[in-house]
């Protein structure tokens, strides 16, 4: 009670103010100033880089421009022979070069081996061993839905007669 009183006081006492007050006239002042937006990208370096043309990207310079020497570092122009020894990270296939290869056989021999001796074969043997992603792999050792459910039921079953095995009611 005392809250919401103290609330409606509060809140009447702050003046709602839609457009934020100024000492200069709202219609003509240079308050009203709105930047012209530019089209395409613009490359903004934060004020922390003492010498901005030497990390400004090539892709903001005109080709023209004499600050395209700067930005010939060693590390940042690679060859072809260089490119080919650097590790790919994760290779992207698009839509229609995708490998669709997996069969329902391999997939049950992955599940059997999978099934026979757990500790040994992990995500990472199994995907070396029949070319495939591990979260591939996982997508297909999930157990099914109705095995799922069975498990869930079990349990609960049991919870529920611990529960009654406690209060004394068989």
């Known amino acids: 009670m005392i809250r919401t009183s103290i609330r409606r006081i509060s809140n009447k ?29 613009v490359h903004n370096p934060p004020a922390a880089i003492i010498k901005p043309y030497m990390q400004t990207p090539n892709i903001f310079l005109p080709a023209n421009d004499p600050r395209r020497h700067f930005n010939t570092a060693p590390s940042q122009n690679f060859t072809q ?11 992207y296939k698009p839509q229609g070069q995708r490998d669709y290869s997996i069969t329902a056989e391999t997939i049950d021999a992955i599940k059997k081996l999978k099934e026979s001796d757990p500790e040994n074969w992990t995500l990472s043997k199994l995907s070396k061993e029949f070319n495939i992603e591990a979260r591939k792999l996982v997508h297909f050792l999930r157990p ?3 095995e799922k459910i ?21």
């Open 81 to 91: 022979q260089d490119l080919e020894y650097m590790p790919v990270l994760k290779e």
């Open 13 to 41: 006492s702050i003046p709602y103010e839609p457009v934020p007050k100024n000492k200069y006239n709202a219609q003509r002042s240079q308050f009203n100033f709105k930047p012209q937006k530019t089209s395409g990208l």
């Open 150 to 170: 069975s498990e869930h039921k079990i349990l609960s079953e049991r919870a529920r007669r611990k529960e009654l095995w406690l209060r004394n009611e068989y």
């Open 144 to 146: 099914d839905k109705k």
